[in-house]
């Protein structure tokens, strides 16, 4: 077999365009865009206004079965979709989100694709890229030391220190922060108390970026932040303290939507990086709808499997921002089937096509799963090289008792070439104008009822348990006004189920509700359940041992 090039390798070759000509190509100005180098820029607020009047495209979601170590290739598949789609005549943008150094030093990688289905520049994009992540850490982190300065200078809002809410953030991997002790040292480092790190992707400031149409409503949604609580229970706010304007700010330039291209010279925005175990998950609104405005047809991903993702993007953005979305594409493949069927990964490269009808229950439940929402689905079986042919058409076999196709993509190896009929089947599924979207639950059904909702309707669960103190929270909540809001569910992505090793499609489990997070300005509840975690830990062996500096100064080691 031919050397395999790696991911980084592939992209370090791409042919690349200056990216004002990738702009110029979707109508954008070159006054419009702010370059940063040659191969990647922001488009510019006054240019996003002026298009507000014009028709949308069409929207396509990708998201997935639930993860294995054997990977599935969303992101890749979002990418080769938008070349395919471009190959075959149509206009077409892609959206996904940015990279969080987290999982590229820790255990999953980048957030560019891989194979001939890539964004480009990788490495910036998979670093620091344009900046927002760093933004967005040091505006929330601004919260942070503004509201420990309000208390040590008097205490006006009359705060009550053990019920300050707002954490701190970092974009990094450090289980260590997850709960600590400040303003230790004595009288002139203020008043001790326990707080903690939360990774910057499950920040409300970047839930709060990717939710906001501009500056204003991003202003606004800040000013809502509930920092913490008075000693009579009723919330401070960031506008209290006198904290929304400079972190307006400090994210004036992270709103606008990075224009970067595929290897095959199409243009894709990155913007916004949510989590979607921890967060919502989902790429920014104003990335999504202006791409909207551009283009025949926008693909976006949402994170990790359908039931956090999808779920995540049609119940909290698709609702908040008014958004259809036309077709859903569930991104699986042999080996995960296989896994999903009881195969160990060192076993993945035999042909066990038992295993995979018997891991298909995984990816059943997603096709059902999302068609509650009303979108029309298809299935894209993302090609590796030691799938066989039996093992294939199981999946395609099984597929087709859900009244649904899987479609056999070979985009990794081919790039737009090998998604062709995924591409004409998306087409066919978003022009006959079957969706009828709907989110699941109702803005006015109670929180806890919403909470029930997600947990027997999409995970399957047989009840959901709380603590009085969890319920009365929610109550509480209701009575302050914010009983209207959707809920965002922090829940492993590796199983239907709170728990990571129970694969398939169970039925019946328990979801222990453990924390409940009131997200005032993100606009949404998150739910804490099992033993998830909104501050990561690296693995034994994190990604970032293998990634060093060559001879020639190119990075190695990146994916």
Known sequence: MADVKSDIEIARAAKKKPILEVGAGLGIPPEDLLPYGHDKAKISADFIARQKSKKNGRLILVTAINPTPAGEGKTTTTVGLGDGLNRIGKKAIVCIREASLGPCFGVKGGAAGGGYAQVVPMEDINLHFTGDFHAITSAHNLLSALIDNHIYWGNEQNIDIRRVAWRRVMDMNDRGL????????????????????????????????????????????????????????????ARDIKADGAMTVLLKDAMQPNLVQTLENNPAFVHGGPFANIAHGCNSVVATTTALKLADYVVTEAGFGADLGAEKFFDIKCRKAGLKPDA????????????????????LGQENVEAVKKGCANLGRHIQNVKKFGVPVVVAVNHFTLDTEAEIQAIKDFVATLGAEAILCKHWAQGSAGIEDLAHKVVEL?????????????????????????????????EVIADKSVRDQLKTWEEQGYGHLPICMAKTQYSFSTDPNLRGAPSGHTVPVREVRLSAGAGFIVVITGEIMTMPGLPKVPSSEKIYLNADGFIEGLF
């Open 430 to 462: 978003a022009e006959n104008g079957r969706s009828q979207f709907s989110p699941l639950y109702p803005d006015d059904m109670p929180l806890f009822k919403k909470i029930e909702t997600i947990a027997k309707d999409i995970y399957h669960a047989g």
């Open 328 to 347: 859903a594409v569930i991104v699986a493949t042999a080996r995960a089937m296989k896994m999903n069927g009881g195969v160990k990964k060192e076993d």
């Open 178 to 237: 997850r709960q600590i002790v400040g303003s230790l040292g004595g009288v002139a480092n203020g008043f001790p108390r326990e707080t903690g790190f939360d990774i910057t992707v499950a920040s409300e400031v970047m839930a709060i970026l990717c939710l906001s149409t501009d500056l204003k409503d991003l202003e606004k949604r800040l000013g809502d932040i509930i920092v913490g609580y008075r000693r009579d229970k009723t919330p401070v706010f």
